[in-house]
C-alpha cells in the first residue's frame, strides 16, 4: 500500500464506519480488526469472549489505572478488569500492527500506535443524527422510541474510553489524518477515499 | 460537477488552504473566490478596498449585530463596519453561488449556504503546528521569533469571526463534509481528493 499500512478508524456509534472499514480491508485484501482485539486481549488473560463482553470499549477509569500508565502495573490483577483488558488490548494492537497490514476499528488505535509507527493513517467516521438514527433502526433494528437515547449512550461510552486512555479528545480531528461525513458522502465512497488515500500517500 | 457545484473551504492559517482551492477551481475551471469577496462586498457599500481591509473576518460581535441578523437592520449605518461588511459579504456569497460552480474560502460560506442550496461540498483543512509554522516561514516570510504568535492570533481572529457570524464552532467538523490533514496529506493529494469527491457524488 505504499508508505500506508495501518488503517485505524475511529467512528461515531450508526455512522457506518466498521462497515467502511470491512469493505477498505476486503477490497485492499488486508486483515480487518474490531472486536477480534477484544477476544485476543481476552485469551491472553485466559479468559473467554463472554467473560469480557461487558468491558468492550469501556473505561474503568479508576486511580489505579492512571497509576499504571505510569508504572509496570500493567499485569497486576488489582486493576478493575476493563482496565486490565485496555492495557492487553494494546499490547494486542501493536503487535497485530507489526503482523502486517490491516484495517484496526476503534480501541484508540490511533493513539497507541502514534508514537511508535509512522505507516499509520487515522480516519474518523461520522454523519447527521438523523443518518445515524436511520441506520441504527434499519439495520441495528433499534427500537425507534429508544435510537436518541441509544446513540447518546455508545457515543458517550466511547468518547469516555477513548478520553480516559488516550488523554486525547474522541473525534477532534487534530487526533486524525481524515475525518469523513458518511451522511453525506455515503460508505461506499469514504471506503473509495480511504483507500485511494493509503495506496497513493507516499 | 454532478450533485456539486460549490466547494467552500475552511482552513487553519497556514494549512495550506487557500492552496488547495485554488489548485481545484484551476484543475475544474471553476471560479476561485478568496479576499475578492471582501472587495467585492466593499464595492457594493461605496468603499475601496483599502477601507475595509481592517475588518477582513475580523468579528465586531456588536449587540447590535446581533439585533440585525433578526431584524432587517443589515443597511443600517448604525452598525460598525466589520458588522455591515459581513452582512454584505453574506449577500456577495449567496449570489455568487448561484451564478455557477466555484470554490469560496473561509467567510462563513459552508453556514451561509447551509440551509439554501444542496449542492454545496463543505471542506475543513487543517494541519499539525509544525507543518503550519513552516509553511508561515517559507511561503509567508514570517519572523521565526514570532510565527507561533501568528498562528495563534489569525486562528483565534478566524475562530471568533466564525463562531459569532454563525453560532457554529469553527473547525468542528460536524460543520463540514470533509476534513484533511494537509501535514499527514499533503496540499495536492488534498486538491486531488476533493476534486474526486466534488465529481463523483450523486
Redesign the interface.
Known amino acids: 500500500m505504499g508508505k500506508i499500512n495501518i488503517i485505524t478508524i475511529g467512528r461515531e456509534y450508526a455512522s457506518g464506519g466498521r462497515t467502511v472499514g470491512k469493505m477498505i480491508a476486503e477490497k485492499l485484501g488486508i486483515l480487518f480488526y474490531n472486536k477480534e482485539i477484544l477476544h485476543m486481549a481476552a485469551a491472553n488473560l485466559n479468559m473467554s469472549a463472554d467473560d469480557v463482553r461487558f468491558a468492550d470499549e469501556t473505561a474503568a477509569s479508576s486511580l489505579l489505572y492512571s497509576m499504571s500508565l505510569m508504572s509496570n502495573l500493567s499485569t497486576s490483577s488489582a486493576l478493575p478488569l476493563n482496565d486490565r483488558i485496555y492495557i492487553e488490548e494494546r499490547e494486542v494492537i501493536k503487535s497485530l500492527a507489526h503482523k502486517g497490514p490491516c484495517v484496526i476499528v476503534g480501541r484508540c488505535a490511533d493513539s497507541i500506535l502514534k508514537d511508535i509507527r509512522d505507516d499509520v493513517?487515522n480516519v474518523?467516521i461520522?454523519a447527521d443524527t438523523d443518518a445515524r438514527v436511520k441506520r441504527a433502526i434499519d439495520e441495528y433494528g433499534e427500537d425507534p422510541d429508544e435510537v436518541y437515547a441509544s446513540l447518546r449512550k455508545h457515543d458517550k461510552k466511547r468518547s469516555t474510553y477513548y478520553n480516559l486512555n488516550t488523554g486525547q479528545k474522541w473525534?477532534a480531528?487534530?487526533n486524525?489524518?481524515?475525518?469523513?461525513?458518511s451522511a453525506?458522502?455515503?460508505v461506499d465512497?469514504c471506503a473509495e477515499?480511504i483507500m485511494?488515500?493509503a495506496t497513493?500517500?507516499k
Open positions: 493513517l474518523f461520522y473525534g480531528k487534530d486524525y489524518d481524515i475525518c469523513l461525513n453525506k458522502i455515503g465512497v477515499m485511494k488515500l497513493e500517500l
